[in-house]
């Protein structure tokens, strides 16, 4: 491991609290040093108050924040008198510790302070750095894993042993601590927890935070457990639709035990694979996550295979129990799994949306490899079930579960969206995501794919004529997100005006290719998937005015989009006992799409002497109707107001009086 820092970069940062942020983020670069959350900085700084009274304040990680991105505002400053009085007790609840820190911050804006906060206090260092190295973890859970510490480290750090993180923790710190460091003491191991490191600036306090993790790495190296030799794996092959149905199914069975939709995330790469189909698997894999804190989103063990239901089981057993030693009412979590390990399917996660899937996949993976080291060292020996379950269960975290809050309307679950590069179909991806789901654009222009940088967005260049290549993308929105639930029928041209005696063959036959066919073939290639969905496909075709007031020179495109609008009535005929609702709008002069150009628009407006303005609005309420209206309206009928709507024909034009 080497040091990232750089003096032109640190040039930039003025102040102690600036040189916080730009070390914090040096650590937080490194995801074997840190993940999503975890880990904290601080740093003591004497300041002056409103009433010019000197106090020292302690600026620690505040909660909700990750060091790769953390920024001054990110930092709690909390008055240090009073938490080193707080040291001092014998007794703080969590709660009542929480309350303590939150009425001795200086600043009422700033984030909740870390419940390491009262540690990070009581360590007599300008500057305290804590990671969770994956390589200090490989070493610490083992059976003789304080020896090791012991023997790589020796004087140079003090060793805790395991013990809850709060207050606790802190005052063991306070008392171990204070008895065992020496003048050459820089950092301090936690047992299955973590490493600190201590300075009188942040340079010295990050670099020895790298030599520290650096010197585990060696030692690891020394005994061969460092660089993981993968062995040939395996993947018996299978179709993409069996494979995509599998997924599918499995997400319906961890959807039920759960009780809500969750996202399944597939991650069949060589070096996923190569652990799952370990012959230890099921030994080395059912001992416990590498540290607490990460029970929180992988819970304890991750399931082996597809038995859902035996793993609930399990879970109920496991929660009945611990539960009987905890000195307080717990209310059991739900009793789903967050990791499978699967010999086909490779590493899968499963989240409330598309971000907390991610999450768990980036921790296991990063759980693997140190499972991995540690069964090289002698064996992986994670802590006992009871120290798991009490994180798990935390006050903290139990008070989170009953305050609660109401979760976005389509949380953990995932749309497909035709068309979804421009117009209608891009409005429909934002106001999916604006609610909670998960989608999946496609799009013929290659600029699908970067439509948005996020977790619950995938983009994918497709020609939806192109039967194989819609197939390949469904087998993207399987692989990123397991399932479908919802599917918006949007992608159509619109060929220029052409009487019929005009009209050819060529022309006629594309139209119905892309507008008709390529909707047929979605949704016969969807519907597997989404019989699956917990609470219910939904289909919502974007159809036209010109269904019921078709108009000269649109033979082609009017045609397609009613036949599209039979087979939608033909479709909620027939599906209507897998409970898939399907739905058809039908909009009318919607001008912010890529069909109407600037040239388009002044040439029609004039075609009826109209003023552009005029033209936009030209319908009963003077309205004028853009993507946005449709894409709401479409998304909208997927959700609750519409549960008990199927077939519906819904205008979206202003009021036609053609169509009235």
């Not at 304040?57 to 008198?81: C, H, N, Q």
């Not at 008895?179 to 050459?184: G, I, L, V, Y």
């Not at 976005?408 to 429909?428: H, W």
Request: net charge negative; aromatic share 6%.
């Amino acid at each position: 491991m080497k040091s990232l820092w750089s003096d032109r970069e640190a040039a930039e940062y003025k102040t102690d609290l600036g040189l916080r942020v730009y070390t914090s983020r040096l650590l937080g670069r490194d995801p074997s040093l840190v993940l999503h959350g975890g880990g904290n900085t601080s740093v003591k700084i004497c300041e002056k108050n409103l009433v010019s009274e000197e106090e020292e304040i302690l600026y620690v990680k505040g909660s909700g924040w990750d060091l790769e991105t953390i920024a001054e505002a990110g930092f709690a400053p909390v008055r240090m008198a009073h938490l080193l009085k707080l040291a001092q007790l014998q007794v703080l609840s969590d709660s009542q510790m929480v309350n303590e820190l939150k009425t001795q911050m200086t600043k009422a804006s700033a984030p909740a302070p870390s419940v390491e906060t009262i540690l990070h206090a009581i360590l007599p260092y300008k500057f305290v750095d804590h990671t969770h190295a994956d390589a200090v973890i490989s070493i610490t859970n083992t059976a003789n894993g304080w020896e090791r510490i012991k023997e790589i480290y020796g004087d140079d750090v003090v060793i805790i042993p395991y013990v809850m993180p709060g207050f606790d923790l802190a005052r063991v710190c306070a008392e171990k601590f204070t008895k065992e460091k020496n003048d050459r003491t820089i950092g301090m191991v936690l047992m299955n927890h973590g490493i600190f490191s201590f300075g009188e600036t942040a340079r010295e306090s990050y670099e020895r935070m790298i030599a520290l993790v650096d010197r585990a790495e060696g030692y690891l190296r020394q005994y061969h457990a460092w660089e993981i030799a993968a062995p040939t794996t395996t993947r018996k092959e299978e179709t993409r639709t069996a494979i995509a149905t599998t997924i599918a199914q499995l997400r319906a069975e961890v959807s039920q035990v759960a009780n809500f939709p969750v996202i399944l995330s597939s991650h069949p790469d060589e070096v996923n694979l190569a652990f799952v189909q370990r012959e230890d698997l099921h030994l080395i894999s059912q001992q416990g996550c590498a540290t607490p804190d990460h029970v929180i989103r992988t819970k304890r063990l991750p399931l082996v295979g597809r038995d859902v239901n035996a793993y609930a089981e399990a879970y109920r057993a496991y929660f009945a129990e611990q539960s009987q030693h905890s000195t307080q009412p717990v209310t059991i979590l739900d009793p789903a799994p967050r990791v499978i390990l699967d010999r086909q399917l490779g590493l899968v996660t499963v989240g409330k949306s598309a971000k907390d899937a991610k999450i768990v996949a980036d921790i296991y993976e990063h759980t693997m490899e140190i499972i991995q080291r540690s069964t090289i060292l002698g064996g992986y020996q994670a802590l006992p079930a009871s120290d798991i379950f009490a994180v798990e269960y935390w006050e903290l975290e139990q008070a989170k579960l009953k305050k609660g809050g109401a979760s976005p309307a389509f949380a953990g679950e995932i749309a497909l969206v035709t068309g979804a590069a421009s117009g209608i179909g891009r409005a429909c991806v934002d106001s999916l995501l604006k609610r909670g789901a998960a989608v999946v654009g496609l799009d013929i222009n290659p600029a699908i794919e970067q439509l948005s940088d996020r977790p619950d967005f995938v983009g994918v260049t497709c020609d939806v004529s192109d039967e194989l290549a819609i197939a390949k993308a469904l087998d993207k929105a399987v692989t990123a997100f397991g399932g479908l639930d919802m599917l918006i029928l949007n992608a159509g041209i619109f060929p220029t005006g052409c009487r019929i005696e005009n009209l050819n063959t060529a022309t006629w036959q594309k139209v119905m290719q892309i507008n008709l066919d390529a909707n047929l073939i979605l949704m016969r290639e969807c519907y597997p998937l989404l019989k699956l969905a917990p609470k219910g496909g939904r289909v919502v075709a974007i159809g036209s005015k010109n269904v019921p007031a078709p108009g000269p020179g649109a033979a082609a495109y009017s045609a397609s989009k009613a036949a599209l609008t039979q087979l939608m009535r033909v479709a909620a005929l027939e599906w209507s006992s897998d409970r898939i609702r399907i739905n058809t709008l039908h909009p009318n002069a919607v001008f912010d799409t890529g069909i109407w150009t600037e040239e388009v628009l002044a040439d029609r407006a004039k075609h009826y002497g109209l003023t552009i303005a005029e033209y936009k609005t030209n319908n009963l309420l003077k309205v004028e109707v853009t993507s946005h209206h449709v894409a709401e309206l479409a998304v909208e009928m997927c959700g609750g107001l519409f549960a008990c709507t199927t077939a519906a024909q819904v205008p979206i034009d202003g009021g036609n009086d053609r169509v009235i």
